[in-house]
C-alpha cells in the first residue's frame, strides 16, 4: 500500500482552479510555512513551474480518511452483491445502493457488454450529456463480476468524472471487464471535472475521481486518461490490482430494511446499512460529486495517454499485463507502477516523462517483467526502479516470505534527465540490464543492497555527476561487461560486492577510470580500455580481497596525481619489502664486481711467474764450459 504524504518535488502537476483565486502573497507565505510546518507539497503536472499545492497535515490525514472510506463503500458493495442473486429474479438487474457519500450503480452479470446507450437508460439522471456532447457522471458504477462494461463511441466518447471538495465518483469493476476504447482519428477521452468551476480538478487534497480494476480484465486502446487519483495506489488514478476477500461480517439480515430508501423493500439486498434499489429515475438525484489476493488482474494497454494522475498507471496482483506504444506524463508521483504481485509482465515502447517520482517502478514481489523499447525522460526520481528485496527479513506478524524476488529486465531502453539515477537495481535476482542508453543524472546504472546475479552488459552512459556503474553493499555474481561509460567523474566504481568487469570502455572521466573499494574478493578487472584524466585508471588502493587485475589498457590515461600520493600508491608494505630485497641483491652484486675488479687490476702488467723469482743473495745457476770439453753444466752463483 503507498498510502503516504506526497513528497516535496519539482513542479509537476497544476495548480487547482480553486487555488487560483487566493492572493499571491498568501500562497507565498503558505510556501515559506511549509518548510517549518511539515508540510509536504504537489507539485502541478504540467511540468511548467507554477506554485506547488501545499499538503498540510490535515490534509494528508483526510485523504488518508478518504481512501478508507473508499475501501469501506467497495466492501458494502461487495457484501451486497454476493448475496443479491440469492434474494430473487429481481436482483440479477443492474440495481443501485445508496452508500450513504453517494449513489452507486452496480452492474450485474449478463452475456452482452454495457454501453453508453445502457448507462443513459439506467442512470438518466447521473449519466448525462452535456451540449458539447460530452457525458457527465455524477454517481459511482461498480461492474460486478462476470458483467461487462465497454465504454466507446463511434464518434469518440469524452466522458467526465464528477470530483470537488464534496465529494468524487468512480468506475470501479470487481472481477469484470472493463474497456476503455477509442480510435485513431476520434480517442476516447476520460478525466475528472469539478463541477463548481466545469473545469478539470486537479486538487488532491479533498480527493479525486478515478477508475479501478479489481480482478477480471481491463483493457483500453487508443484513449486519454488524465487528472484522476490521489493518495494511494489503489485510488491513484488508472489503478489494476487483484482482488480483495469479501467482508461477509458486515452481511446484515432483513432488520436493516427499516432504514431502506424509497424503492427499496424488506427483501433488497443490504449490508451495514446500505440497501439495494432499482436502477432507473431518482427521487432525490445526488449532484455532488491491496492485500491477498483470491485472483489476478489482467489487462492490455497500447497506443494511449495518461497524463495528470497521482500515480500514471498502478498495477499490483497481475498476471499477464501488456502495456505498449503508450505515454505517461506529469504525474504527481510514479509514472507507471508495477506493485506487488504482478508476474509475466511486459512494457512495451512506453514513454514514461515528467513525473514527480520515478519514470518506471518494478517494486518489491515483482516477477518476470520485461521493459523493452521504452523511455524514461525528465523525471524527478530515478527513470528506472527493480527491486527484488524480500517482503521480510525474518518472521513476521502477516508471516510474509523471506526470498528475494527476481528475473526482472529492462533492455533497448532509455533513460535521460532524471533526478537521481538512470537505473537503480534494489536487492534482487536474476536481474539483467542490457543495451541502454542511459544520459545524465547523478549516477547511471547502479545495483546495490544484497541483489544477486545482475547481467549490466552493453550499456552506453554518459555524463553522470558521479559514477557511470556503481556496483556496492553486498552485490554478488555480478557482471558488468560490453558497457561504454563517457564523461563521468568515476567511470565504473565497485564497492563490498563481487563482480567481474569485463571488456568495457571507460573514456573521458575525470577522477577514477575504474575504482575498486572495500571488501571485493574474487573480482576480476580484465581486458578493460580506460582513458581520461585523474588520480588512477585502475584505483585498487581503498581495496581489500584477493582480485584479478589483468590486461587493461591504460595507455591513454593521463595520471594527474602528486608524486606523494604516487609514492604512497605504489609503497605498500609488500612493494617496499621486495624492493628492499632486489636493493641488497644489486648492492651485493655491485660490491662483489667491484672487489674483482681491483684485483684484476694488481695482476695487470707484471711477469707471470714474477713469484717465482730468488730472494737477495741466495745462489743461482749459470751454465759455464765442461772440463773434458764436451759439453758445458750448471754452476751455483752467489749473488748479494
Not at 445508496?98 to 452482452?112: A, E, F, I, N, P
Not at 560490453?482 to 565504473?492: F, K, P, R, S
Not at 702488467?605 to 749459470?622: I, N, Q, S
Amino acid at each position: 500500500m503507498n498510502n503516504r504524504p506526497i513528497r516535496n518535488r519539482p513542479a509537476r502537476a497544476r495548480l487547482t482552479r480553486a487555488a487560483a483565486v487566493l492572493p499571491l502573497l498568501a500562497l507565498a507565505l503558505t510556501a515559506v510555512t511549509a518548510a517549518t510546518a511539515g508540510t509536504a507539497t504537489a507539485a502541478p503536472a504540467d511540468g511548467k513551474g507554477k506554485d506547488d499545492q501545499q499538503i498540510t497535515a490535515e490534509d494528508s490525514e483526510n485523504e488518508a480518511a478518504l481512501v478508507a472510506a473508499e475501501d469501506h463503500r467497495l466492501d458494502q458493495v461487495r457484501a451486497v452483491a454476493s448475496v443479491a442473486a440469492l434474494k430473487g429474479k429481481r436482483w440479477t438487474e443492474p440495481y443501485r445502493l445508496d452508500t450513504g457519500s453517494g449513489y452507486t450503480l452496480v452492474l450485474t452479470q449478463r452475456s452482452k457488454p454495457y454501453g453508453v446507450a445502457d448507462l443513459i437508460k439506467l442512470a438518466p439522471q447521473t449519466f448525462v450529456r452535456k451540449h458539447d456532447g460530452s457525458y457527465l457522471l455524477t454517481e459511482n458504477i461498480y461492474v460486478d463480476a462476470g458483467a461487462k462494461l465497454n465504454l466507446s463511441s463511434p464518434g469518440g466518447l469524452t466522458l467526465r468524472m464528477a470530483s470537488n471538495n464534496k465529494g468524487f465518483v468512480s468506475i470501479v469493476s470487481f472481477g469484470g471487464r472493463l474497456t476503455l476504447a477509442g480510435t485513431p482519428q476520434a480517442p476516447m477521452r476520460i478525466s475528472s471535472l469539478d463541477t463548481r468551476t466545469n473545469r478539470t480538478d486537479t486538487d488532491v487534497r479533498d480527493g479525486r475521481a478515478y477508475i479501478r480494476a479489481v480482478g477480471g480484465q481491463f483493457s483500453m486502446t487508443y484513449a486519454q486518461v488524465s487528472d484522476l487519483g490521489f493518495w494511494s495506489g489503489r485510488t491513484g488514478g488508472l489503478s489494476l490490482t487483484g482482488t480483495d476477500r469479501p467482508d461477509t461480517s458486515n452481511i446484515e439480515g432483513p432488520d436493516a430494511a427499516a432504514t431502506s430508501p424509497s424503492g427499496a423493500d424488506a427483501t433488497s439486498p443490504s449490508s451495514g446499512g446500505v440497501i439495494a434499489e432499482p436502477a432507473g429515475p431518482l427521487t432525490t438525484p445526488d449532484s455532488r460529486f491491496s492485500v491477498p489476493t483470491l485472483s489476478y488482474v489482467s489487462a492490455e494497454i497500447s497506443d494511449s495517454t495518461i497524463s495528470g494522475n497521482l500515480y500514471g498507471l498502478f498495477v499490483s496482483g497481475a498476471n499477464g499485463v501488456n502495456v505498449s506504444k503508450t505515454q505517461v506524463h506529469d504525474s504527481i508521483e510514479d509514472g507507471v507502477v508495477m506493485h506487488r504481485g504482478v508476474t509475466n509482465a511486459v512494457l512495451d515502447r512506453t514513454v514514461s516523462r515528467d513525473n514527480g517520482g520515478d519514470g518506471f517502478v518494478l517494486s518489491r514481489a515483482t516477477e518476470q517483467v520485461r521493459v523493452t523499447g521504452s523511455t524514461s525522460l525528465d523525471n524527478g526520481g530515478n527513470g528506472f526502479t527493480l527491486s527484488g528485496r524480500p517482503l521480510a527479513s525474518g518472521p513476521s506478524a502477516s508471516g510474509e516470505p523471506i526470498s528475494s524476488y527476481g528475473s526482472n529486465s529492462v533492455s533497448d531502453s532509455t533513460a535521460k534527465g532524471n533526478g537521481r539515477y538512470g537505473i537503480e537495481i534494489y536487492g534482487g535476482a536474476d536481474v539483467g540490464v542490457q543495451n541502454n542508453q542511459v544520459d545524465g543524472g547523478d549516477m547511471g546504472i547502479v545495483a546495490r543492497t544484497d541483489a544477486t546475479k545482475v547481467s549490466i552488459t552493453g550499456n552506453h552512459l554518459t555524463g553522470q555527476k558521479r559514477q557511470g556503474i556503481s556496483v556496492r553493499d553486498g552485490v554478488s555474481d555480478a557482471t558488468v561487461t560490453g558497457n561504454v561509460v563517457e564523461g563521468a567523474d568515476t567511470g565504473i566504481y565497485v564497492r563490498d560486492s563481487q563482480a567481474e568487469v569485463r571488456g568495457n570502455t571507460v573514456q573521458d572521466v575525470t577522477d577514477h577510470g575504474i575504482s575498486l573499494v572495500g571488501d571485493i574478493a574474487k573480482s576480476t578487472v580484465s581486458y578493460n580500455v580506460v582513458a581520461g584524466v585523474g588520480p588512477s585508471a585502475v584505483d585498487t588502493s581503498r581495496a581489500h580481497g584477493r582480485t584479478t587485475i589483468k590486461k587493461n589498457q591504460t595507455f591513454a590515461w593521463h595520471d594527474t596525481s602528486a608524486f606523494w600520493i604516487k609514492f604512497r600508491h605504489y609503497a605498500s608494505p609488500m612493494t617496499l619489502l621486495w624492493t628492499t630485497l632486489l636493493l641488497i641483491i644489486l648492492f651485493s652484486a655491485l660490491l662483489g664486481a667491484r672487489r674483482s675488479s681491483r684485483r684484476g687490476n694488481r695482476v695487470l702488467g707484471t711477469h707471470p711467474y714474477a713469484d717465482k723469482a730468488p730472494l737477495a743473495g741466495a745462489a743461482h745457476e749459470v751454465t759455464a764450459p765442461s772440463a773434458t770439453g764436451n759439453g758445458r753444466h750448471r754452476v751455483p752463483v752467489m749473488t748479494e
